[in-house]
């Protein structure tokens, strides 16, 4: 039974700085995603504080976890924890979006960096990363595999056809995240291509699937901590979030997956998460 | 009798792809950081394979944008990987992530495609490969070998387990003779002459070699001995050896079982612009179009004038008439 409540008031804060952090990147360079940024964060915030295995001072080591954001577009969300964690100086992530600067707005492959993969493009991480899982399988190795995915891309066909590989080579080191917001590029998930029942499409795809709700702090430790939720099968944690969560009125509105708020919107943002 | 790593000693009809996955199969017996990946294809050449290590061994399915992408994963974790499916669905089905996955992160992932051009014949247009080096060669980082024939895959299969970074390599007709008939320096990016003739070069990928060493005799008969080259490498291209070309021929040709539009043809176009070649310059080859015909792929090449008898008819009227 989880009851520090000093542990979820520290993650709390840490979701809080993140957020002020994305929003000050997002609204500095104009960029878009800021809401499928932020339905990620308590999510970010267990996985980087809690759940991986990773050192910044030995970022190439054979035996970290891999954390795999395969929805690449969220990428704010990744340099911002990266940068709290030393992955990233300060003066790097003031480059993101910048003419020469060193982060785009999706991310590119930089191991030192603590960025595992090429992302942009959806529906190629499931696949990277059963490739990396079953290297460690291959190699005996202790390592785990986390594959960060949206649910609008799940709408990718390569994401079926790497759940299927995944199960198939009983890749149990292997733990899908989806970020299930609901709202994608252009409106509602469920009225743009339906996905549900959605759980029982990745049971049957041969996962062990839990469904939380991706933003209490016990339920996301509580699954990370418990994986893989069966020996010899893949874990699927599917996390109801929402869309620009801790922005009010970007809260549940689809229009925030690319709109950058004005001066007025910003401050008022700001507010909100003081 | 077969001789070592298949290759028969009497230069009889042997199976190019056997040849290179007898030899890979060998290394990857010594070498456990060789994994190979297929698309649910190609059986009769792996049934070894699967024996060494069935868990280094992966039939991925049919699904080969994911095979590319399990393959990314593996390189990225170290292994050397290979990847073997048919041209079309290889290349272009998983095209995307042969892009941002393996060529934009630069990994060691090999990427083996059978059936350059029209190498299976009647199973018609799906299976024909006339675009595949044209969209290879546009992505950085990518290197492209068409072996032109056994001993050249043979050689490739050596080389190959070595090299840095994303390699296509493209299997064209199997059955074809040797023409390489003495041992052979062949190294990735280096062409090789197999007849030293004058006036004419003769520039050619893949397995097309094989009638075009058929066509010099044709010629020969209408007084032309034309330069014989391998350009088994189409990217990086010998360079080097087309500029010597340019230098010393007074008319160039390619050959190639590929559309004209983007393949070798194209590729040696660029060096002879760039240097100013003055002599008459030539591209031999699938002219655009698809092929829609049923049949072998030897009628089909004949359809498209890359038969021995088409090249040579090409050559003397495309030389002749410029003289």
Redesign the interface.
Known sequence: MFQDKAEVAKYEALAKELRKEILDMIYRTKSPHIGSSLSMVDLFTVLYFKILSLDSKNPKNENRDRFVLSKGHGCATLFAVLGKKGFLEEEEIKTFAQDGGCLGQHPNRDIEKGIEITSGSLGHGLSVSAGMALAGKYNNANYRVFAFLGDGELDEGTVWEGALFSSHHKLDNLTVIIDRNRLQALGEGEKIINLEPLAEKWESFGFRVKEIDGHNFEEIIKSLESVPFEKGKPSCIIANTIKGKGISFMENDFRWHDKCPDEMEYQKALEELK | MPGRNGISKSFGRIKMRKVFFKNLQELAEKDKNIFLLVADLGAKFFGDFQKIDP??F?N??V?E??M????????????NVYCYSIIPFLVMRGL??IR??IC??NLNVKLLGAGGGFAYGAEGITHHAIEDIAIMRSLPNMTIVCPGDAKEAELLAKESVGYKGPLYIRFGRDFDPLVHKREIDFKIGKGIYINKGTEVCLIVTGTMLHTVNKALDLLKNSNLDPTLISMHTVKPLDEEMIIDCAKNYKAIFTVEDHNILGGLGSAVAEVLAENNYQGKFKRIGVKDKYCSLVGKTDFLLKSQGLDKEGIAQTILEEYKGNQ
């Open positions: 868990k280094r992966i991925a399915g699904a944008a994911n590319v992408d399990v393959a990314a994963g593996l390189a990225m974790s170290g292994k995307e992530q941002v996955d934009y992160n």
